[in-house]
């Protein structure tokens, strides 16, 4: 029972973890996006999703150099839940978004949360130190 605990402890740490990162990528996206009224090709900014996640896993490192999952199986399978469950997050952020009438961006959609989100596990996953 103290197995599942922990893990579930840990999982929500990543998660948490990525949710913090995306919202204030988010918040910096809409605070910078006014000079920038012509949308980017949907390539460009995907791309540029998976650029900043990856910095950003790259910052959580910086930050949090251990990994707070310790079990290899669930870092595994955390590289695919919790940029799912974040993509959710920022789908309803966007409809909360659409809601009040304010400016939507890439990020506020499931695919380029879950990507920013993705690429930030992966680099985690990829450079993390396991305890």
């Known amino acids: ?63 949090f150099p251990n990994l707070f999952i310790a079990s290899p199986t669930a870092q595994l399978a955390n590289l695919l839940i919790s940029p799912a469950l974040a993509g959710l997050a920022m789908a309803s952020v966007g409809a909360w978004r659409a809601k009040r009438g304010q400016t939507l961006l890439r990020v506020d959609r499931y695919a380029y949360g879950f990507l920013f989100a993705f690429a930030m596990a992966l680099v985690r996953y990829g450079f993390g130190q396991t305890v």
């Open 1 to 63: 029972m103290e197995f599942l605990f922990e893990l579930l402890f840990e999982i929500c740490g990543e998660f948490l973890l990525q949710i913090v990162f995306e919202l204030l990528a988010e918040f910096g996206l809409h605070s910078l996006s006014e000079p920038f009224r012509r949308k980017p090709h949907p390539v460009v900014a995907f791309i540029g999703y998976g650029l900043l996640g990856a910095l950003a896993g790259a910052l959580s490192l910086w930050l």
